[in-house]
């Protein structure tokens, strides 16, 4: 049985989660899992004492004053985390979801997928979490971090959930991309759907065969498939398309690439994240 | 890990600006009269613990194992160095502090911060009064032979730092004690000692410097013993502060990251002319109680230290004395386990005796790694002793009276060797006598050759002798003693 693990937190993106694995749920009778994860604890927001100090027993005291501090945060956090889950929970109940649980955890995001994913199928996250600058159009510190990690596909819910009716498989003929064309085939998630399979680049002789072994595997698997190359820039490219067909779900590889390539020229991967306002599904 | 480098990077250094920054302020102005003051502990001119001072947080700001953590010149170290100076002079105290450095980063490389283990919370305790006592006793020649003004101006002194936080702790209390002081010496006018009068202060940059010594064995056979009890001493301080801080935080650090952190920051200071140095206990209290928590606050401390010491060296130079002793005094109290004394009546004798031996220890040696080597020691000691008393051997005769059953059970090895020997009756006329261990463990060559001499009597004595379960029992004594990775390796050494 399918069994999917959806990350949600108190940001904006939790409703699109939730309605986007309501939609992956539906489709694969998959079981859910929500999880919750209560972070590292916040440094230094604690009304700071300058006098500079010791006084008799100041290590006692002050480990003291800072566990009651942090003990208030915490409760108050695990109430609202529980909150967080329990309306999440009833929600996708609600919506006719018959196997739901929730789980509350401690420590790093990571970890905790670390953890459970070996269960798991797919995870579906937001595209940033509350801690994230929106200001900045950053994307959320986690989740680069999140689909580096993990060794399940990703699934990346945007802001606003709509029903998807088309996809497009952004394919570069590497590896990834042949996994997530593979798994689209095998799976039932997306059958029925139209599909887009899109290399952005010149057609050369070995990328056209990749092309073609690719629609062949998907047509197999009762696809209907639109292949074809175009050139350009990938992420112009794609986000161009993606909005002239009216695609409702974009598929890739990730993050192919070094972190400190990515340091230096940025990553396609979180251009594309960043800047297609649909749901990535991304596999390593 | 390593995918998760940069993100963490950036909240170990930029998690916390705010606090980090104005932490980093506070603990640099605790840190100038500690520097000073254990530089005169040393025997040297006072910039040479400034620039280690400088030169040490900075460097593990960067690379230790725990943000948030002070480090600097320590009293610690500078009492081990004290005859050093004295007896070979400044350019040997420069070379040890390199050579120390060295032995850490070695240590660090052998992931030797596991022995921290065998450190009881007992040492750590005497450890921490020793330091105490140390650091008060180093104050000493300041309070004596000195005129009434100077016992006034400390216990002035001490009534600031101690009453000033009830007004406002916006402002460190020790600087608003030197600020005060300096003002009152001025005008008072009497005779009064100031920073300026224990040697030179620091009027520039720190420049890179190769110790002027002879690069032969006899002075490697000079520096060594020096070297490493600095070496020792100071990673003990540091993986000790290293575990408060991450007590007080709750937050993880990478021990042995802070070994090599630690090896590389003494010897990149020597370099610069710096005394060797560790972190300190009260001054990452400080910092974590002024709400630095990153590798910033540290690194601010360190840069700020300079800046202030290089800038105001003419107006450091008249801080008085009795300034610095009040400040040190504070260190003291707040360094020493006061609960400690109460816990002395509660505690196990064992931990109290071992905690009171490493402080008489390092009292009387001034040296702290001597004192915590005779903690160590001695918590072996008394563990062991009261390992060997899990031991019972009982026995069951057979109804003719001629066959006796011995059932040992417990740990037996070289401590409980003569009880195992002594349990054993062999006045007793028997023809046939089963010894079964399958029930005990026997841990090392004492407890086989004491097995051996109980078999080897009873048949001197006539009986034939049969020994049941040795296989298991003598698992243990296989040094690997990697028993623990295989499945079941726990029920068997508890049960079987």
Same mark, same amino acid.
């Given at each position: 049985?399918?069994?999917?693990?959806?990350?949600?937190?108190?940001?904006?993106?939790?409703?699109?989660?939730?309605?986007?694995?309501?939609?992956?749920?539906?489709?694969?009778?998959?079981?859910?899992?929500?999880?919750?994860?209560?972070?590292?604890?916040?440094?230094?927001?604690?009304?700071?004492?300058?006098?500079?100090?010791?006084?008799?027993?100041?290590?006692?005291?002050?480990?003291?004053?800072?566990?009651?501090?942090?003990?208030?945060?915490?409760?108050?956090?695990?109430?609202?985390?529980?909150?967080?889950?329990?309306?999440?929970?009833?929600?996708?109940?609600?919506?006719?979801?018959?196997?739901?649980?929730?789980?509350?955890?401690?420590?790093?995001?990571?970890?905790?997928?670390?953890?459970?994913?070996?269960?798991?199928?797919?995870?579906?996250?937001?595209?940033?979490?509350?801690?994230?600058?929106?200001?900045?159009?950053?994307?959320?510190?986690?989740?680069?971090?999140?689909?580096?990690?993990?060794?399940?596909?990703?699934?990346?819910?945007?802001?606003?959930?709509?029903?998807?009716?088309?996809?497009?498989?952004?394919?570069?003929?590497?590896?990834?991309?042949?996994?997530?064309?593979?798994?689209?085939?095998?799976?039932?998630?997306?059958?029925?759907?139209?599909?887009?399979?899109?290399?952005?680049?010149?057609?050369?002789?070995?990328?056209?065969?990749?092309?073609?072994?690719?629609?062949?595997?998907?047509?197999?698997?009762?696809?209907?498939?639109?292949?074809?190359?175009?050139?350009?820039?990938?992420?112009?490219?794609?986000?161009?398309?993606?909005?002239?067909?009216?695609?409702?779900?974009?598929?890739?590889?990730?993050?192919?690439?070094?972190?400190?390539?990515?340091?230096?020229?940025?990553?396609?991967?979180?251009?594309?994240?960043?800047?297609?306002?649909?749901?990535?599904?991304?596999?390593? | 890990?390593?995918?998760?480098?940069?993100?963490?990077?950036?909240?170990?250094?930029?998690?916390?600006?705010?606090?980090?920054?104005?932490?980093?302020?506070?603990?640099?102005?605790?840190?100038?009269?500690?520097?000073?003051?254990?530089?005169?502990?040393?025997?040297?001119?006072?910039?040479?613990?400034?620039?280690?001072?400088?030169?040490?947080?900075? #460097?593990?700001?960067?690379?230790?194992?725990?943000?948030?953590? *002070? =480090?600097?010149?320590?009293?610690?170290?500078?009492?081990?160095?004290?005859?050093?100076?004295?007896?070979?002079?400044?350019?040997?105290?420069?070379?040890?502090?390199?050579?120390?450095?060295?032995?850490?980063?070695?240590?660090?490389?052998?992931?030797?911060?596991?022995?921290? $283990?065998?450190?009881?919370?007992?040492?750590?305790?005497?450890?921490?009064?020793?330091?105490?006592?140390?650091?008060?006793?180093?104050?000493?020649?300041?309070?004596?032979?000195?005129?009434?003004?100077?016992?006034?101006?400390?216990?002035?002194?001490?009534? *600031?730092?101690?009453?000033?936080?009830?007004?406002?702790?916006?402002?460190?209390?020790?600087?608003?004690?030197?600020?005060?002081?300096?003002?009152?010496?001025?005008?008072?006018?009497?005779?009064?000692?100031?920073?300026?009068?224990?040697?030179?202060? /620091?009027?520039?940059?720190?420049?890179?410097?190769?110790?002027?010594? /002879?690069?032969?064995?006899?002075?490697?056979?000079?520096?060594?013993?020096?070297?490493?009890?600095?070496?020792?001493?100071?990673?003990?301080?540091?993986?000790?502060?290293?575990?408060?801080?991450?007590?007080?935080?709750?937050?993880?650090?990478?021990?042995?990251?802070?070994?090599?952190?630690?090896?590389?920051?003494?010897?990149?200071?020597?370099?610069?002319?710096?005394?060797?140095?560790?972190?300190?206990?009260?001054?990452?209290? #400080?910092?974590?109680?002024?709400?630095?928590?990153? $590798?910033?606050?540290?690194?601010?401390?360190?840069?700020?230290?300079?800046?202030?010491?290089?800038?105001?060296?003419?107006?450091?130079?008249?801080?008085?004395?009795?300034?610095?002793?009040?400040?040190?005094?504070?260190?003291?109290?707040?360094?020493? =386990?006061?609960?400690?004394? %109460?816990?002395?009546?509660? &505690?196990?004798?064992?931990?109290?005796?071992?905690?009171? @031996?490493?402080?008489?220890?390092?009292?009387?040696?001034?040296?702290?790694?001597?004192?915590?080597?005779?903690?160590?020691?001695?918590?072996?000691?008394?563990?062991?002793? %009261?390992?060997?008393?899990?031991?019972?051997? =009982?026995?069951?005769?057979?109804?003719?009276?001629? &066959?006796?059953?011995?059932?040992?059970?417990?740990?037996?090895?070289?401590?409980?060797?003569?009880?195992?020997?002594? @349990?054993?009756?062999?006045?007793?006329?028997?023809? %046939?006598?089963?010894?079964?261990?399958?029930?005990? &463990?026997?841990?090392?060559?004492?407890?086989?050759?004491?097995?051996?001499?109980?078999?080897? %009597?009873? $048949?001197?004595?006539?009986?034939?002798?049969?020994?049941?379960?040795?296989?298991?029992?003598?698992?243990?004594?296989?040094?690997?003693?990697?028993?623990?990775?295989?499945?079941?390796?726990?029920? $068997?050494?508890?049960?079987?």
């Amino acid at each position: 049985m399918t069994h999917l693990i959806a990350l949600i937190d108190g940001s904006s993106y939790s409703q699109s989660v939730r309605d986007l694995t309501c939609w992956v749920a539906e489709r694969t009778e998959a079981s859910v899992e929500l999880m919750h994860v209560l972070g590292r604890r916040g440094v230094g927001s604690e009304p700071a004492d300058l006098s500079g100090n010791l006084k008799l027993g100041a290590r006692s005291a002050l480990l003291q004053e800072l566990a009651d501090l942090d003990e208030q945060k915490a409760k108050l956090e695990l109430k609202r985390g529980r909150l967080l889950l329990e309306e999440a929970k009833s929600g996708l109940e609600e919506a006719g979801l018959s196997s739901v649980t929730s789980k509350l955890r401690h420590g790093d995001l990571i970890d905790a997928i670390g953890e459970f994913e070996g269960d798991a199928d797919l995870i579906i996250i937001g595209k940033r979490g509350e801690a994230a600058d929106f200001a900045k159009l950053h994307l959320g510190s986690n989740l680069e971090r999140v689909v580096r990690s993990a060794t399940k596909p990703v699934l990346v819910a945007s802001r606003a959930f709509k029903p998807i009716n088309k996809f497009l498989i952004a394919f570069d003929g590497g590896e990834s991309a042949m996994k997530a064309v593979r798994h689209i085939a095998g799976g039932k998630l997306f059958t029925g759907l139209p599909c887009v399979l899109l290399c952005v680049g010149k057609p050369t002789d070995s990328l056209q065969e990749k092309l073609d072994d690719a629609a062949t595997i998907l047509r197999k698997a009762g696809f209907d498939v639109d292949a074809g190359f175009e050139a350009g820039e990938p992420e112009d490219v794609i986000k161009n398309r993606i909005e002239a067909d009216g695609i409702d779900l974009l598929i890739m590889g990730a993050y192919g690439h070094s972190r400190i390539r990515n340091l230096i020229i940025g990553s396609t991967t979180t251009e594309m994240v960043r800047s297609c306002h649909v749901p990535v599904m991304m596999f390593r | 890990m390593n995918t998760d480098f940069l993100p963490q990077l950036r909240t170990e250094w930029f998690g916390n600006i705010r606090g980090d920054i104005l932490a980093g302020i506070v603990v640099a102005l605790a840190l100038i009269p500690e520097a000073i003051a254990f530089s005169i502990i040393a025997g040297v001119d006072p910039k040479i613990g400034l620039y280690a001072s400088f030169s040490i947080a900075v #460097i593990t700001a960067i690379v230790g194992g725990r943000p948030g953590m *002070i =480090s600097a010149a320590t009293a610690a170290t500078a009492v081990l160095m004290v005859t050093l100076v004295r007896d070979y002079g400044l350019e040997y105290l420069l070379a040890a502090t390199v050579l120390a450095g060295l032995l850490q980063i070695g240590a660090g490389l052998l992931r030797l911060g596991y022995v921290m $283990r065998f450190v009881s919370k007992s040492v750590m305790t005497g450890f921490v009064n020793a330091l105490a006592i140390l650091i008060f006793m180093a104050q000493l020649p300041e309070l004596t032979n000195v005129t009434w003004v100077t016992y006034v101006m400390v216990a002035g002194g001490l009534a *600031i730092i101690y009453l000033f936080p009830r007004i406002t702790k916006a402002i460190p209390s020790p600087l608003v004690c030197i600020v005060v002081l300096t003002v009152i010496s001025l005008f008072i006018n009497a005779d009064l000692r100031t920073v300026g009068d224990m040697g030179e202060l /620091p009027s520039t940059l720190p420049v890179f410097l190769i110790p002027d010594i /002879p690069l032969n064995l006899e002075t490697l056979m000079i520096i060594l013993p020096y070297s490493a009890a600095v070496a020792v001493v100071g990673l003990l301080e540091s993986l000790m502060t290293a575990q408060i801080v991450d007590d007080l935080t709750d937050t993880p650090s990478n021990k042995n990251r802070e070994c090599i952190g630690q090896g590389i920051a003494n010897t990149a200071t020597g370099f610069i002319g710096g005394m060797a140095g560790c972190a300190m206990i009260g001054q990452s209290v #400080i910092n974590v109680k002024s709400g630095g928590r990153g $590798r910033l606050s540290t690194f601010v401390a360190g840069v700020f230290l300079l800046f202030m010491i290089v800038v105001l060296s003419d107006i450091v130079s008249i801080i008085p004395m009795a300034a610095l002793v009040a400040i040190m005094i504070m260190v003291s109290i707040g360094t020493f =386990s006061w609960s400690s004394i %109460k816990n002395l009546r509660d &505690h196990p004798r064992s931990s109290s005796i071992v905690m009171l @031996a490493t402080v008489v220890t390092v009292v009387a040696t001034h040296n702290l790694a001597i004192g915590v080597l005779i903690g160590v020691l001695l918590s072996g000691i008394f563990f062991a002793w %009261k390992i060997s008393q899990i031991f019972r051997v =009982s026995s069951t005769l057979s109804q003719d009276s001629t &066959h006796r059953t011995y059932n040992v059970e417990g740990q037996v090895f070289f401590a409980s060797a003569d009880d195992f020997t002594a @349990a054993f009756n062999f006045k007793e006329a028997l023809d %046939k006598v089963t010894i079964d261990v399958s029930h005990a &463990h026997i841990w090392d060559i004492s407890s086989v050759a004491a097995l051996d001499m109980v078999v080897l %009597k009873f $048949r001197r004595e006539g009986a034939e002798v049969e020994l049941i379960g040795l296989n298991e029992a003598s698992e243990t004594i296989v040094d690997k003693l990697a028993i623990h990775d295989k499945p079941g390796a726990f029920e $068997r050494l508890m049960g079987h």
